[in-house]
Nanobody
């Protein structure tokens, strides 16, 4: 069965860190560029960050540069979103997204139910 599961969300205080996981089953994430897309309450979805086949990352949102990084762990068939120095404005539902290339990533590429991140001030 082909599945893509986002996990690792939770309630954290501002300034803390959190790691989200995007884990695949039934196919290899190494065959895709993998990104994260988030949707804050009352706002439209926005692209956050993406990792290419070669491991290069692309940030789409200035507000996360220097705080969020993305990495692959092929053995676990997982892509991680490392979120540091979290801010209340990072509160959102975070979704995994798949594309052929990070340059093609769109908000409509978001998959699954996502994982909720809530940052308290």
């Amino acid at each position: 069965e082909v599945q893509l599961q986002a996990s690792g969300g939770g309630l954290v205080q501002a300034g803390k860190s959190l790691r989200l996981s995007c884990t695949a089953s039934g196919f290899s994430l190494d065959d895709y560029a993998v990104g994260w897309i988030r949707q804050a309450p009352g706002k439209e979805r926005e692209r956050v960050i993406c990792i290419s086949f070669s491991g290069e990352s692309t940030s789409y949102t200035n507000s996360v540069q220097g705080r969020f990084t993305i990495s692959r762990h092929s053995a676990n068939n997982t892509v991680y979103l490392h979120m540091n120095s979290l801010k209340p404005e990072d509160t959102a539902l975070y979704h995994c997204a798949l594309e052929r290339h990070c340059a093609l990533l769109r908000i409509s590429d978001a998959r699954g139910q996502g994982t909720q991140v809530t940052v308290s001030s």
